[in-house]
């Protein structure tokens, strides 16, 4: 665990806020110059607090105007392992996010699809037939507001 201060966790809120901003445009925020900005951030990284960064696509933009999470319930735990599972619906484009949760069922997907009718074949002919798929509970997303998590 790495210990932050002000200006580390007002670095975070700012790359949060747009990954792509430069050490100078951060720096220059904060007050402080170019390269203590860029040695604070390669420390961040270093440090493992910064993963890495991602690409945010605009699915409705690309076509992509229903996302449904799926509850997935295995029927056969014994029979069909969890990477077997695992690796099948990673294979499937549609499928956003996999996460293997404790509680009513042992998967939640984030999926996309064009439209309503695109999301039932996506869920007919490749989810359904995942090894060890039991009960799968549908939830459309209706909205969606991101917020960075806690950065203490």
């Not at 747009?18 to 720096?27: E, F, L, N, V, W």
């Not at 997935?72 to 949760?101: C, M, N, W, Y």
């Not at 309503?116 to 007919?124: A, K, M």
């Amino acid at each position: 665990m790495i210990a932050l201060d002000t200006i580390d966790r007002q670095i975070l809120r700012a790359l949060c806020t747009d990954a792509t901003q430069s050490a100078t445009a951060i720096g220059r925020a904060l007050g402080l110059s170019q390269p203590a900005a860029w040695r604070r951030i390669r420390r961040l990284h270093e440090a493992g607090v910064i993963k890495g960064q991602r690409l945010d696509l605009d699915h409705d933009k690309l076509g992509f105007g229903v996302t449904v999470f799926l509850g997935v319930k295995l029927a056969t735990k014994g029979r069909v392992s969890l990477e077997d599972f695992e690796r099948a619906v990673t294979a499937i484009p549609e499928v956003q996010t996999v996460e293997h949760i404790l509680g009513l069922y042992d998967y939640r997907l984030r999926v996309v699809a064009r439209d309503i009718s695109d999301f039932e074949r996506v869920l007919r002919r490749r989810i359904m037939t995942l090894p060890g798929v039991g009960n799968v509970e549908a939830n459309v997303l209706l909205s969606e507001e991101r917020r960075p998590g806690p950065i203490g």
